[in-house]
């Protein structure tokens, strides 16, 4: 391996390096034309319908010709201020409309509106700050004024392989008897986290399989308190109990606590507390049984404490990995409260329209059947919608180490907010020559920003009039940050925006709720676009949508090198090459293939355990 590759060894994304010509897109003739309005054969002359050069019609209808140049001039000076209007807006966001936003939606404190203006740029001493994507903005602004007379591209809303279809879900099928749970009881603390309710599935699922290697009694999972978050949500606030029960009895056997007896007695003096530095990470199934299963005859009790990324894709029992599988797409059934709000959120993004998605009875259950109330039908395009997980909250942006356009104050904030949330990380950098943030951004080891993530939605073709579900919270920058895609898209909703006070009032406070309801708007949608494809949240909901979407249901997974290569380029390469550039990138993300060795059924359930190829 390269000294360069292990430089990168902690921030691997694999992708592709390519490059293209730009093109004029000014023919020489064109030019000519421009430059000689007097020409005979002039574009406005065909415009208005005659010959400046005639006399004859000089003479005859005067009046019409500067009736018609008159219009001419409006129609220019018109859609010229629309196009700096609207990038205007993307400049300079932060303007008194803006004044009412709480940087990183921060509610618990207010700042004064001095404060306010200088954090957005706007106070005395600074000037606002503008993106250094203005000139691309804009041309995307001139495209999407114009794509409103222009159909979409053909394969935006669908999946452009057919062999997609041919993939059905088959984890449900059964070649063993139930495990009795004979060699002791296991119990398991998942980290928690904004993305905990499903994050917490390859927890869950994992440590389900591990229950039925060992032919132990699995107690409810609980989920720790994070710090962060401060979410105090636990395993029966977001899933059915009694489903995950009775789902997996045929597989291991699941009580809802330990044995009384059990119960007082102190696991980590008697060694029965295992640690995440006390399993290695991948760990295969040869090392539970070495060092667990004594554990268990011993003291007929395991509590794994944290239990992050412990058991390995690979090798594992051919039916136990399809119980992962089951666990993940079957076992798993969000409470009624969760559905309940879910249903209500997919109808209003489809316009109360009467339609049933394809996976509206895996992802809310019994509610599903309020879709079919409504409004008749007008027709599948005004009922579809886009959703956009944007990765960009604080944590992801101080972690990834990249640098975002807010200079000194950025660097200053980003590196306070390590020392407090990532100090083995701020450790690391003072020990370790670390990849530039210009290198990391090359690898595609950034998160996409959100006038980037504009940027590839623009060049991908959706129209202006798309309706898009935002999800996740607290996008640094706040509202100003989200300008840019504000300005373009300006049918873009979040679920706050969408439930009246009353209907989110029961979830506010609860991170991990809020995801769930996040995950199931985002699963149901028409098209879901990434930005970050290493995201577990973005993951889940596309490996979900792969399972159960029976090839349908469109995904957009950017690979950020590619888009990289193609971004660094924004001051000099023409709109019509930047399209050709970024369809191609995101196209070639869209292959079909089945699981990768090593990799996690959750993310790639496309495999002979999880899935049948018909």
Same mark, same amino acid.
């Given at each position: ?6 430089s990168f060894?902690?921030f691997s994304?694999?992708?592709y390096?390519y ?10 003739s064109?030019?000519d034309?421009?430059?000689n ?21 000089r003479k ?8 018609a ?6 129609f @220019?000076i =018109? ?16 303007r008194a409309?803006?004044?009412e936003?709480?940087?990183? %939606?921060d509610?618990?404190?207010t700042?004064s ?7 957005l740029?706007?106070?005395k001493?600074?000037k ?25 591209p053909?394969?935006?809303?669908a999946?452009?392989?057919?062999v997609?279809?041919?993939?059905k879900p088959c984890?449900?099928?059964?070649q ?9 009881y296991?119990?398991?603390t998942?980290?928690g ?8 599935v390859?927890? @869950?699922c994992n ?5 039925r290697l060992l032919d132990?009694t699995?107690v409810?999972?609980?989920?720790l ?9 636990q395993?029966?606030d977001i899933?059915?109990e009694e ?6 009895k045929?597989?291991?056997?699941v009580?809802?606590e ?5 119960q ?7 060694g ?13 199934p ?13 003291n007929?009790?395991?509590?794994f $404490?944290?239990?992050g990324n412990?058991?390995?894709?690979d090798p ?15 076992a798993?059934k ?5 559905? %309940?709000t879910g ?5 209003r993004?489809?316009q109360?329209v009467?339609?049933l998605?394809p996976?509206?009875?895996h992802?809310?259950g019994?509610?599903?059947?309020s879709? $079919? ?6 027709g ?5 919608y ?5 990765r960009?909250?604080?944590d992801?942006?101080?972690?990834s ?5 807010g200079? %000194? ?6 590196? =306070?907010?390590r ?8 450790? $690391?950098?003072?020990?370790t ?5 210009? =290198?990391l ?8 920003m959100?006038? %980037? /993530? ?6 991908l073709g959706?129209?202006?009039? /798309? ?6 919270a607290?996008?640094?920058g706040?509202k100003?940050?989200?300008a840019?895609?504000?300005t373009l898209?300006?049918?873009?909703v979040t679920k706050?925006?969408?439930l009246?006070?009353?209907?989110i009032?029961?979830?506010m406070n609860?991170s ?11 699963t149901a949608?028409?098209?879901?676009a990434? /930005? ?11 490996g979900?949508r792969?399972?159960?979407g029976?090839?349908?249901m469109? /995904?957009?997974r950017?690979?950020?090198r590619?888009?990289?290569d193609i971004?660094?380029?924004?001051n000099?390469?023409?709109?019509r090459?930047?399209e ?6 995101v196209r070639?993300?869209?292959r079909v ?6 990799r996690?059924?959750?993310?790639y359930?496309?495999?002979?355990e999880?899935m049948?190829n018909?």
């Amino acid at each position: 391996m390269t000294s360069r590759s292990n430089s990168f060894s902690n921030f691997s994304e694999s992708s592709y390096d390519y490059d293209d010509k730009e093109q004029s897109t000014v023919p020489p003739s064109d030019r000519d034309e421009l430059l000689n309005p007097g020409h005979r054969n002039n574009s406005f002359n065909g415009l208005l319908g005659f010959t400046f050069g005639s006399k004859k019609m000089r003479k005859k209808k005067p009046f019409c010709q500067e009736k018609a140049i008159v219009g001419l001039a409006l129609f @220019v000076i =018109a859609f010229v201020g629309m196009n700096w209007w609207m990038l205007s807006r993307i400049q300079n966001s932060g303007r008194a409309s803006q004044v009412e936003f709480r940087f990183l %939606e921060d509610n618990s404190s207010t700042l004064s509106i001095r404060e306010e203006l200088l954090r957005l740029g706007l106070g005395k001493g600074r000037k606002p700050q503008k993106t250094s994507y203005a000139r691309l903005l804009a041309k995307a602004a001139h495209s999407l004024a114009e794509g409103q007379k222009k159909s979409e591209p053909k394969d935006l809303w669908a999946e452009p392989y057919f062999v997609a279809s041919s993939w059905k879900p088959c984890a449900e099928q059964r070649q063993w008897l139930p495990s009795e749970g004979k060699n002791g009881y296991i119990i398991v603390t998942a980290n928690g986290g904004i993305n905990q309710q499903r994050v917490a599935v390859s927890y @869950v699922c994992n440590i389900v399989a591990i229950a039925r290697l060992l032919d132990a009694t699995l107690v409810l999972p609980r989920f720790l308190y994070s710090s962060v978050w401060k979410d105090v949500s636990q395993f029966g606030d977001i899933y059915q109990e009694e489903h995950f029960i009775d789902y997996l009895k045929p597989d291991i056997r699941v009580v809802r606590e330990l044995p009384q007896e059990l119960q007082s007695l102190d696991l980590e003096a008697i060694g029965s507390l295992v640690t995440d530095a006390d399993v290695v990470k991948e760990a295969k199934p040869g090392f539970y049984k070495k060092y667990i299963l004594p554990i268990l005859h011993k003291n007929r009790v395991v509590h794994f $404490l944290g239990f992050g990324n412990r058991l390995a894709s690979d090798p594992l029992p051919p039916q136990v990995q399809r119980l992962r599988c089951r666990c993940n797409f079957h076992a798993l059934k969000f409470v009624p409260k969760i559905e %309940e709000t879910g249903a209500l959120l997919i109808r209003r993004m489809r316009q109360n329209v009467t339609r049933l998605g394809p996976l509206d009875r895996h992802l809310v259950g019994p509610f599903s059947k309020s879709m $079919l109330k409504g409004e008749r039908n007008r027709g599948e395009k005004v009922a579809r919608y886009l959703a956009l997980h944007l990765r960009f909250e604080i944590d992801m942006v101080a972690h990834s180490l990249c640098e975002y356009g807010g200079g %000194e104050e950025e660097r200053n904030e980003l590196e =306070a907010y390590r020392e407090i949330h990532f100090p083995a990380l701020v450790e $690391l950098k003072k020990t370790t020559k670390l990849p530039s943030p210009a =290198a990391l951004k090359a690898e595609g080891l950034c998160p996409l920003m959100p006038e %980037e /993530t504009v940027l590839m939605l623009a060049a991908l073709g959706f129209n202006r009039q /798309t309706r898009i579900y935002l999800a996740g919270a607290h996008i640094y920058g706040g509202k100003s940050r989200l300008a840019s895609l504000t300005t373009l898209y300006p049918n873009l909703v979040t679920k706050e925006s969408l439930l009246s006070s009353s209907e989110i009032e029961p979830f506010m406070n609860f991170s991990s709720q809020l995801a769930a309801l996040d995950f199931i708007v985002c699963t149901a949608a028409d098209v879901f676009a990434m /930005t970050d494809s290493g995201s577990q949240f973005s993951s889940l909901v596309s490996g979900f949508r792969v399972y159960f979407g029976g090839g349908k249901m469109a /995904t957009i997974r950017p690979n950020k090198r590619r888009l990289a290569d193609i971004f660094v380029k924004n001051n000099t390469i023409d709109w019509r090459t930047f399209e050709q550039r970024v369809r191609k990138a995101v196209r070639q993300t869209k292959r079909v293939f089945s699981r990768p060795v090593g990799r996690s059924v959750y993310r790639y359930p496309r495999c002979k355990e999880c899935m049948c190829n018909t």
